[in-house]
Structures are given as structure tokens and as C-alpha cells.
């Protein structure tokens, strides 16, 4: 079992010192910038752009499995929807429509995130910001935030592999930042698709953030290292 932290007590990494962090990859939507439920309204968009009924058990189905599915690459929920690869297409075509037309009003960063990245990269930790978005959308996202600069690097599935929870995401940011070791990783998100993605390509801190789509309960099932309250309380974990 993983020595996992709990939000009193951010500053513990665990009973035995490992390397030392060098890199922090660290998800967008949820865990370093908010929506105020932009997902789900521009999923119920595009649900009905394809035909699927806007009442009833199958909608409802199909919204439990994108607020389950957080963290994923958009694409990957919508082709698991719907059988037709057309359809999924068609289905994400206006998804990011219908994002992208509301990101000005309703993306906004976390309290403290880029106060957070900023300390990180002043301490030599590189932080690399990922996202299940398409790399359009994401760029949408870091022009309305300002952030262009902000971080070291931004990636998106499909120019970096497979979305989450595959390791690509996290293992195209190691490479990127040629870290001496998978272990001198810690990897940030809201949902338990970072957690596992995280996992899987080796990095050794896997922390959970509150202020995104799953809860605590939701979290742990993917065994974080650490849970903590928010990426605000990152810096005190990681440069301790």
C-alpha cells in the first residue's frame, strides 16, 4: 500500500527518501483550471448534435460515463459512446465547438496554480502541463488564461501518444525534460485516470487534487500517494 498523505499533512513523501523531483506533469481542466461544468454542457451539445435522446436512462448513462471517464482523451469517451467512428467524430467536432465558443467566460485558473508552477520551475523543477483536450482546445484554453509562457511545455494526446490513463502523456513529458530517472517524476490531477496514468509510466509521487471532477473516495481507488486539497498546496510537498 502507498504511504499516502492526508491534506493536514502535505509535507510528508513517505517513510523512505526517493529521488528528487524534476519534473511535475500536471493536468489542465480541474486541477489547475476551472470550468464551472463547461464539459458536461458541451457534452450534452454534442450528444444531441448525434442523435442521442436529451431525456432518459441512455442519456443519463452517458453522462455518468463522462463525469466517470474524466481525464481521458475526449475522443476515446466518444468513440466508447458511440459505436460509429463517424459518429464519434461528428460527436467531438462539436464537443470542442461548444467548448471552445464558452471557454472565455467559463475557464478560469485555480487559486494559486500558476503562483504554484511558477515556485516549482524557480526551484529547477521543470512542470509540463497535460490535458485530455485536443491540442486546439488547449491552446484555446492558455490564450484565454495568459499562460503561454507559464509552463515549460504543453501536451496533448495525439501529438504525444495515446490520452490517459495510458502512460504517454507522462512518459513523452520525461522524455521531453530528459529526467534522469521515471522515479524523479510526480505527477498532479483531479481525477483517477492521472493518478493511473501516472502509475503506469513509473513516476513515484501520484497526487490527487479536490478541486476537480472526482471526489477523495474516487481518487484513492487509484492509490495518489498523496491527496491533497488543492495544486496550491503542492509546493510545500514537493520542495520540502
Known amino acids: 500500500m502507498p504511504n499516502t498523505t492526508s491534506l493536514t499533512a502535505p509535507h510528508l513523501l513517505g517513510d523512505a527518501p526517493g529521488p528528487a523531483i524534476e519534473l511535475v506533469v500536471m493536468d489542465m481542466a480541474g486541477t489547475t483550471v476551472t470550468d464551472d461544468g463547461l464539459v458536461i454542457a458541451a457534452f450534452d451539445t454534442a ?11 441512455e442519456r443519463d448513462d452517458a453522462r455518468r460515463y463522462v463525469l466517470d471517464t474524466m481525464g481521458q482523451s475526449k475522443i476515446e469517451v ?10 464519434a467524430q461528428a460527436a467531438n467536432t462539436a464537443f470542442e465547438a461548444a467548448y471552445d465558443a464558452r471557454i472565455d467566460d467559463g475557464v478560469k485558473a485555480v487559486p494559486g496554480a500558476a503562483e504554484t508552477i511558477t515556485q516549482l520551475r524557480d526551484a529547477g523543477i521543470r512542470v509540463i502541463l497535460t490535458t485530455g483536450f485536443s491540442p486546439s482546445t488547449q491552446q484555446r484554453i492558455l490564450d484565454t488564461l495568459g499562460w503561454n509562457d507559464l509552463a515549460d511545455a504543453c501536451l496533448a494526446p495525439g501529438e504525444a501518444g495515446r490520452g490517459r490513463p495510458h502512460p504517454d502523456l507522462v512518459l513523452t513529458a520525461a522524455l521531453h525534460s530528459e529526467v534522469s530517472d521515471i522515479a524523479a517524476v510526480a505527477v498532479v490531477g483531479d481525477t483517477s485516470n492521472d493518478i493511473m496514468s501516472g502509475r503506469r509510466a513509473g513516476a513515484s509521487v501520484l497526487v490527487g487534487v479536490l478541486t476537480g471532477a472526482h471526489s477523495e473516495d474516487q481518487l ?6 498523496h491527496v491533497l486539497a488543492s ?10
Open 47 to 57: 450528444a444531441s448534435s448525434v442523435g442521442l435522446a436529451e431525456h432518459g436512462l
Open 78 to 87: 466518444f468513440r466508447a459512446l458511440f459505436d460509429a467512428e463517424d459518429r
Open 220 to 225: 484513492r481507488t487509484a492509490n495518489p500517494t
Open 231 to 240: 495544486v496550491a498546496d503542492l509546493p510545500a510537498l514537493i520542495l520540502s
